[in-house]
């Protein structure tokens, strides 16, 4: 149970380009998700929560122009990066809470999208 | 400012043995604290977690120790297995409720060698 998938699980593209990273909450419901951005050997930097039905909330030094989310569902938020390039290349992680299951601040957390950008 | 502390970047340990990983953290209003296990390009894995109004919490091979006054949280592996060799991150979260972030750790590797 508390399964969240992700795709792409990996992406190559060009400088300039934009991305669109899906997360989904397959078999319950997450009214909040969080985005994560995780360099070589280094711990998860918290990137963005994403609330259902409303605006996402970044953290402090993220451009929210530049990191599009949308939360349009109980089951999917959607991470687009605008306009890449290679310093944007990482590895993306998303993470869903799910109320019915466990602690409530628990969070599980997708395969991951690893981007590469050229 | 690192509120979470993995002061530990690597642990080897023998199959059959204890592992144990330590965390440490200087936020007093953490009051909710989690271990995740990952391996190289795959999202964490949930594996235990502690309330601050426990001081302990088993389940099967992993007991998660905390003490309080220390700021200081262990995950104990017993007996470690090779499938154990992995990336752990401790993370705390500091206010119960609809919008709390989780705070982690840098990660400690942990190499259960045979």
């Known amino acids: 149970g508390a399964v969240v998938s992700q795709h792409p699980s990996r992406v190559i593209c060009k400088s300039g380009t934009s991305v669109k990273i899906e997360c989904r909450s397959l078999d319950f419901q997450a009214t909040t998700m969080f985005w994560y951005r995780q360099f070589p050997k280094q711990s998860l930097m918290l990137m963005a929560t994403s609330n259902e039905g409303s605006k996402a909330t970044y953290e402090q030094g993220v451009e929210k122009d530049k990191f599009l989310i949308n939360h349009a569902s109980l089951t999917l938020s959607t991470l687009t990066v605008t306009s890449a390039h290679p310093e944007d290349s990482s590895f993306y992680i998303c993470?869903?809470?799910?109320?019915?299951?466990?602690?409530?601040?628990?969070?599980?957390f997708g395969p991951g999208t690893r981007l590469l950008v050229l | 400012d690192q509120q979470v502390k993995q002061n530990s970047p690597s642990l080897s340990v023998q199959e059959g043995r204890i592992s144990i990983l330590n965390c440490d953290y200087t936020?007093?209003?953490?009051?909710?604290f989690l271990w995740y296990k990952k391996y190289p390009a795959e999202g964490p894995t949930f594996l235990i977690s502690?309330?601050?109004?426990?001081d302990k919490n088993e389940d099967g091979r992993f007991t998660v120790f905390l003490n309080k006054s220390a700021k200081h949280l262990s995950l104990h592996i017993v007996p470690s297995q090779p499938g154990d060799s992995a990336v752990y991150f401790c993370?705390?979260?500091?206010?119960?409720?609809?919008?709390?972030?989780?705070?982690f750790g840098t990660g400690t590797r942990l190499q259960v060698t045979l």
């Open positions: 936020n007093s209003m953490f009051d909710y």
């Open positions: 993370a705390a979260s500091a206010w119960p409720g609809t919008a709390s972030k989780l705070t």
């Open positions: 993470s869903a809470r799910d109320r019915e299951r466990g602690h409530q601040e628990t969070q599980y």
């Open positions: 502690i309330s601050s109004i426990k």
